[in-house]
């Protein structure tokens, strides 16, 4: 009886199992079928074109396109900035507006701000925004995301990027990518490689490790191109190890195309291109710059000459076309099309979401926030920051943003039928990052009889609110920051205010770190809140409310002092005679300040919290795997106070015996955890024991040694609550 029973369940099992396999291994093959018919009407494509109509679809024909076959029914390949959100029309020739009245877009978080999420399905809402409104406008191709990593705190696009960590970076762009591409819109990954400085950026040669390109610099465009499918990538501006990068063999041919498997394009960035035969035959498919004769460039007519006189095969010109028709077939030449849609309500929303949980609390000294309400009749928000917007600004891609909640606005709409509330102006942001240093002239001076208005108003408010920080002419693309200094005058702002008001709440509105050494020793609370997108005053206004708690964690370590930072105590920037040799290696960030202990000003990972959580029971499923197996993580976490909130929880492992130096730690997997008060939870992380592996330069591979590995649990990188051992066969 018992062996028929266990038969008949046997025979379900296999039946089970062979229709799981059938359903998997049939749409794998469907989806092989598919590509296979791709690739011949490509192919056929290819036949019917002349050389000549190959050669024009491999440069721009206008500032932001390139050209098409009509005659074969191939459209132009559209493109458009950026990270931001859809920018607004300009003119075909020029980067003058076009003047439309239907470009206004969604304003969306910026790159840092994604991060300091430590959520991939904010990303993933990003990327679809994106996506719906790149549609909307016609554009096949968006320039997003870019997630370089922010190997020091003054450059001039931290606020683009994301974050200092391989695997955080990772996360977010496969969800960022994957979010735009839902919409049929290419997304395109930028900007690769080792594009860490905006000083020089276009002539500087970056010379990196084979180790820590591949540990820090390429993983999470790998994770982009092998887990996201990203269709197109950018090569960045400098030379990597004495080649550019748009002409760089190694980066596009052997990694990029050859070990991950690329399939799409390679697009150069503005004006990125240096030669002809280099850049065709190692890799780049389409060159793109700002202004004509188009026909001149060199992926133009000297490709063409090239091509004539054998320097350049019609085998790789024909790689590059079937690429862009490839990409097309995924994009505007794609079934079911999406219509998309620009700037709706629920585009709206998706910005709020992000905004809300981006914003990290620095400091919350005798609890402060969240401000209460029925105490406070008279609130004074304080700071240009409070009414400026940061949509556009700078160097480089903005967006004609359809609305843009500034802080003042933010706080009138919840405080404002309770409370009296005043503005003062207190600093004048005078920069412009168009000026010369001589032009923008003493910036940096406190202006005092503004200052006074604002302890004035101070004085007689139960809060101050002071928005200070930096805006998009003072972070932008092309230019770095000469310190870590606050501009404007802020620091004595910050001082005459709190020393009239010990009710003062400090708001800083910036995309990288700043010296606030001194706010941190004398003010009781301290918000972050980035360049934060359209709805970013009422996310910030719903945090000092409490309506919101709190959740962003720091995606980068702030240093205490611009010395601390390994490219600074290592005088490796901005690099002697245009070049920067990145002799701190894989100690890059938190690896660099935890590894040599040095205390940072904040950590990364870093966030406090309106409650409290509690993280206890860290167990493994195994003592001992296997390489080939997968570390299963648990642990129990419980929201100890009165109000619901999240905490993200980090997972680090540390190698403490290796053949080669490792870093003190590494974050292999994160979980942001959702929690009402007094709610517990057990959460599993998983963590692949290949992903324990260290690059080794001498076998040109991974190795992941045997031995005991200890992972350990926190809230920040500095702040380790469990630890747990493991050993790998």
């Avoid at 020089?200 to 610099?217: G, H, K, P």
């Avoid at 498919?285 to 992926?299: A, C, F, N, T, V």
């Avoid at 503005?423 to 202006?447: I, M, V």
Wanted: aromatic share 10%; with cysteine; proline share 4%.
């Amino acid at each position: 009886m018992f062996n028929k029973g266990f038969k008949e369940i046997m025979f379900m099992k296999c039946i089970v199992t062979c229709f799981i396999a059938l359903l998997f291994f049939g749409s794998v093959s469907a989806q092989n079928k598919n590509e296979a018919a791709l690739k011949l009407k490509i192919n056929r494509i290819i036949k019917k074109m002349t050389l000549e109509e190959k050669i024009a679809m491999l440069h721009g024909n206008a500032l932001f396109s390139s050209a098409g076959v009509p005659r074969l029914g191939i459209p132009e390949l559209t493109c458009d900035d950026g990270p931001l959100g859809v920018r607004e029309e300009i003119k075909r020739f020029d980067w003058a507006s076009a003047n439309w009245t239907t470009d206004s877009a969604t304003f969306l978080p910026n790159g840092s701000a994604i991060a300091a999420t430590w959520n991939p399905i904010m990303a993933n809402k990003y990327g679809v925004v994106i996506g719906e409104e790149a549609n909307a406008r016609k554009k096949n191709v968006m320039l997003a995301p870019a997630f370089n990593i922010c190997r020091m705190p003054l450059c001039g696009r931290t606020y683009e990027y994301y974050s200092e960590d391989p695997y955080l970076n990772s996360q977010l762009a496969i969800q960022s990518v994957k979010g735009i591409q839902s919409q049929h819109v290419a997304a395109c990954i930028k900007h690769f490689a080792a594009n860490n400085q905006e000083l020089d950026r276009d002539s500087v040669n970056t010379i990196v490790d084979e180790r820590a390109l591949q540990e820090i610099y390429f993983p999470a465009f790998k994770a982009a191109v092998q887990q996201g499918n990203a269709y197109t990538v950018m090569s960045a501006y400098n030379k990597l190890n004495g080649y550019w990068c748009s002409e760089n063999g190694y980066l596009l041919n052997k990694v990029l195309k050859g070990d991950w498997g690329f399939k799409g394009v390679v697009m150069s960035d503005w004006a990125g291109t240096h030669h002809t035969v280099a850049a065709a035959n190692n890799g780049l498919d389409i060159e793109m710059g700002s202004s004509g004769p188009y026909d001149q460039w060199y992926l133009a007519k000297p490709l063409l000459a090239a091509v004539k006189a054998g320097e350049v095969s019609v085998k790789t010109i024909d790689d590059k076309v079937g690429r862009i028709l490839w990409l097309m077939y995924h994009t505007s030449m794609s079934t079911n099309h999406p219509k998309g849609a620009i700037a709706t309500p629920e585009h709206t929303k998706a910005a709020y979401d992000i905004a809300s949980e981006s914003i990290v609390l620095l400091k919350n000294d005798k609890q402060l926030l969240p401000l209460k309400t029925s105490e406070i009749k008279r609130i004074a928000v304080i700071g240009d920051n409070a009414v400026r917007t940061f949509a556009l600004g700078g160097y480089g891609a903005g967006v004609k943003a359809k609305q843009e909640v500034t802080a003042l606005e933010g706080i009138k709409s919840r405080f404002g039928k309770t409370a009296d509330i005043r503005f003062a102006q207190s600093y004048r942001a005078s920069y412009l990052a168009s000026k010369t240093a001589e032009q923008n002239g003493d910036y940096n001076e406190p202006d005092q009889d503004l200052i006074n208005e604002a302890v004035a108003l101070a004085k007689s408010s139960d809060v101050a609110i002071l928005c200070i920080g930096s805006n998009r002419e003072y972070e932008s693309e092309a230019h770095d920051r000469k310190s870590l200094e606050l501009p404007f005058g802020e620091q004595a702002l910050v001082n005459a205010v709190s020393a009239v008001n010990p009710n003062t709440v400090i708001v800083v509105m910036a995309g990288a770190p700043f010296d606030l050494n001194e706010i941190k020793k004398s003010n009781h609370a301290i918000v972050w809140s980035w360049f934060n997108g359209s709805e970013a005053g009422n996310a910030l206004a719903d945090v000092l409310k409490g309506t919101i708690n709190p959740s962003g964690k720091l995606p980068f370590t702030f240093p205490a002092s611009l010395n601390d930072s390994p490219a600074f105590n290592l005088n490796t920037y901005p690099g002697d005679n245009l070049t920067a040799e990145y002799k701190e290696g894989i100690l890059v960030g938190y690896r660099w300040y935890d590894t040599k202990n040095i205390v940072p000003l904040f950590p990364f990972g870093y966030g406090l919290s309106y409650t409290d959580f509690s993280i206890s029971k860290l167990s493994t499923d195994k003592s001992s795997y296997k390489k080939d197996e997968t570390i299963h993580a648990k642990f129990t976490i419980k929201n100890t106070g009165e109000r619901s909130g999240a905490e993200v929880v980090q997972l680090y492992v540390n190698d403490p015996v290796c053949s080669v130096q490792r870093p003190e730690k590494e974050l292999k997997a994160f979980k942001k955890v959702f929690l009402k008060a007094g709610e517990k939870k057990t959460i599993e992380m998983q963590v692949k024991v290949a992903d324990l592996a260290f690059y080794d330069e001498a076998k040109k591979g991974w190795n992941t040694e045997a031995g005991e590995y200890v992972l350990e649990l926190g809230n920040s990188s500095r702040n380790i609550i469990l630890k747990t051992k493991i050993t790998v066969k």
